[in-house]
C-alpha cells in the first residue's frame, strides 16, 4: 500500500517537473495533490501504524501531507512543490522500508543484509536508488520466499514481475519506444511489450540483435512462468504438493528477473550466468 502511494507521489511530481509555470494553478493538479493526501490519511497512514505500532511516530511525514494540502489551496510556487514532494517521497521509502522489515519479522522471516545474497543485495541496493517502489516490490518477493507460512505464491511472483516492469518503464518509456523508426505494436497491444522496452534499451546500448535476444528470451520465460503462477488454482493431489511446486517456479522466475536487471541495470557481478531452459 506504501509502494502504491510511493508510486503515485512520483508520478505527480514528474508531471509537475515537466511543467514551465511558475505556480502550480490548474485545478487538476490541486485535486492530485489532495486525493494523495487523503490516501495517505485514509489507507496509508492506518496500514503503517498497524503495522509499525508505537515504535512509528508519524508526526514529521503527517506535517508534510498537511503543507500539500494547503499548497493546493492556493496558488503557489511549482519549486515549493517540488520540494516539499521530494521529501514526502524519501519519507515513504523510509516508512515503506520498516513496514515491509516489520511484516517480515512477524512471520519469522529474516531480514538483515546478511540474509541476502550478494547478488540481491546488489539489486536491492541499485532499485532503491533508481526506483523505490520496484526496490519495494523485489524486496516483497523476497520476504514471501522467505516466509514458511504463505499459502500462495501468486502474489509472490507478481512481486518480481513488477519489479521488472517497473524498471523497463523507467529506462524505456513508452513514447520513446513507439517513436522508433519502424516501430509497430505487437497483435493485441496497446502499448510496447516487455520485450520490445528491452529491445529498446540493449539496442540503444550498441547491443547487437544476436545479444538482446537472449535477454529477451528470458522476458519471455518470465511472463510465461507469470502467468501460470497466477492462473494456477489448487486442484493437485494435495495444497503442500502445490505449494512447494509454486514456490520452485517462483524460484525460476526470480532468477530469470535477477538476471535481466543485472543486464539492464549493467550491474557488474562476477560469475552471473544466464538461467538455462
Given amino acids: 500500500m506504501v509502494g502504491e502511494l510511493l508510486k503515485e507521489l512520483l508520478a505527480f511530481t514528474a508531471r509537475l517537473k515537466g511543467r514551465s509555470s511558475v505556480n502550480v494553478n490548474d485545478e487538476v493538479s490541486k485535486a492530485s495533490a489532495i486525493g494523495l493526501a487523503t490516501k495517505y490519511f485514509n489507507s496509508v497512514r492506518p496500514s503503517v501504524r498497524q503495522t509499525l505500532g508505537d515504535s512509528y511516530d508519524p508526526t514529521n511525514l503527517d506535517a508534510g501531507w498537511q503543507d500539500l494540502v494547503r499548497l493546493a489551496h492556493g496558488n503557489n510556487a511549482r519549486s515549493t512543490y517540488l520540494k516539499l514532494l521530494k521529501g514526502l517521497a524519501a519519507a515513504l521509502k523510509d516508512a515503506n522500508v520498516s ?46 520466499l522467505g516466509s514458511e507460512q504463505r499459502l500462495s505464491y501468486r502474489g509472490t511472483a507478481s512481486e518480481f514481475r513488477e519489479a521488472l516492469r517497473e524498471t523497463l518503464d523507467h529506462l524505456a518509456p513508452d513514447s520513446d519506444v513507439a517513436k522508433q523508426t519502424g516501430f509497430k505494436y505487437e497483435d493485441g497491444q496497446t502499448r510496447p511489450t516487455m520485450k520490445q522496452k528491452t529491445r529498446f534499451v540493449l539496442t540503444s546500448r550498441g547491443r547487437s540483435k544476436t545479444q538482446a535476444a537472449v535477454t529477451e528470451k528470458a522476458i519471455a520465460v518470465v511472463e510465461g512462468l507469470t502467468g501460470e503462477v497466477v ?47
Avoid: C, N, W
Avoid at 512447494?244 to 549493467?266: G, N, P, S, W
Fill in 231 to 277: 492462473r494456477a488454482t489448487y486442484d493437485r493431489a494435495s495444497l503442500a504438493t502445490h505449494l512447494e511446486t509454486t514456490r520452485a517456479e517462483v524460484q525460476r522466475i526470480k532468477r530469470y528477473v535477477d538476471t535481466v536487471l543485472f543486464d539492464l541495470l549493467e550491474i557488474p557481478e562476477a560469475g552471473h550466468i544466464m538461467p538455462r531452459e
Fill in 99 to 144: 513496514a515491509l522489515s516489520r511484516a517480515a519479522e512477524r512471520r519469522g522471516s529474516a531480514t538483515s543484509p546478511s540474509d541476502l545474497t550478494a547478488a540481491e543485495t546488489q539489486l536491492l541496493e541499485t532499485l532503491e536508488a533508481l526506483l523505490p517502489t520496484a526496490a519495494a516490490s523485489y524486496r516483497q518477493g523476497l520476504l514471501d
